[in-house]
Antibody
Framework: EVQLVESGGGLVKPGGSLRLSCEDS????????MNWVRQAPGKGLEWVSY????????YYADSVKGRFTISRDNARNSVSLQMNSLRAEDTAVYYC???????????????????WGQGTLVTVSS | DIQLTQSPSFLSASVGDRVTITCRAS??????LAWYQQKPGKAPKVLIF???TLQSGVPSRFSGSGSGTEFTLTISSLQPEDFATYYC?????????FGPGTKVDVK
């Protein structure tokens, strides 16, 4: 079965760091873009970060820029999110999500997130 | 950043009802819009991409339409498993943004 499995969540104090990982099983990981999306308790979805299949293109939400770093290791079929200087407002379930899309003359266009992990809870509290 | 609004925020409906949810973008996004369904404690699941293309495996009672700034998700005949929260997402530009969600509940 094709799936994504996140790990690394937990309780951390404000100002602390945490590293989330997401590993695939059963698909050509290196062919896909990957994203992190979070959801604070009782709230909606917030996109956090994107990394292209070859790591050439990386984007962040303004709310995490300068504090979070996304990376991937295609040899290990994994994507990571290094989270530093954590704040209470970073408390959320973090999902990794595979980007599905297509190539045309102007490059790659992501058209949806077609596979999601089960989520890992990050709690930032003293 | 492109802002997405959804209406209604909350919808009470019965099995068999036709349900329509609207998503509006603060600027034109062509057809780069996806719809997701999320049930409590679960990850979101994509229903529609490119505004109107049904994701493989999704029942045909779900349909999407629109382009530019106004989009709709329609469930032609609501089934018990469709009670959930629905989100739109724009994939026209970064940062990617989601709508605030529409919760579909039992009347």
């Amino acid at each position: 079965e094709v799936q994504l499995v996140e790990s690394g969540g937990g309780l951390v104090k404000p100002g602390g760091s945490l590293r989330l990982s997401c590993e695939d099983s059963g698909f050509s990981f290196s062919s896909y873009s990957m994203n992190w999306v979070r959801q604070a308790p009782g709230k909606g979805l917030e996109w956090v970060s994107y990394i292209s299949s070859s790591s050439i293109y990386i984007y962040y939400a303004d709310s995490v820029k300068g504090r979070f770093t996304i990376s991937r290791d295609n040899a290990r079929n994994s994507v990571s999110l290094q989270m530093n200087s954590l704040r209470a407002e970073d408390t959320a379930v973090y999902y990794c999500a595979r980007g599905k899309g297509y190539y045309d003359s102007s490059g790659f266009h992501e058209d949806c997130f077609d596979l999601w992990g089960q989520g890992t809870l990050v709690t930032v509290s003293s | 950043d492109i802002q997405l609004t959804q209406s209604p925020s909350f919808l009470s409906a019965s099995v068999g009802d036709r349900v329509t949810i609207t998503c509006r973008a603060s600027q034109g996004i062509s057809s780069y819009l996806a719809w997701y369904q999320q049930k409590p404690g679960k990850a979101p699941k994509v229903l529609i991409f490119e505004a109107s293309t049904l994701q493989s495996g999704v029942p045909s009672r779900f349909s999407g339409s629109g382009s530019g700034t106004e989009f709709t998700l329609t469930i032609s005949s609501l089934q018990p498993e469709d009670f959930a929260t629905y989100y739109c997402q724009q994939l026209n530009s970064y940062p990617r943004t989601f709508g605030p969600g529409t919760k579909v509940d039992v009347k």
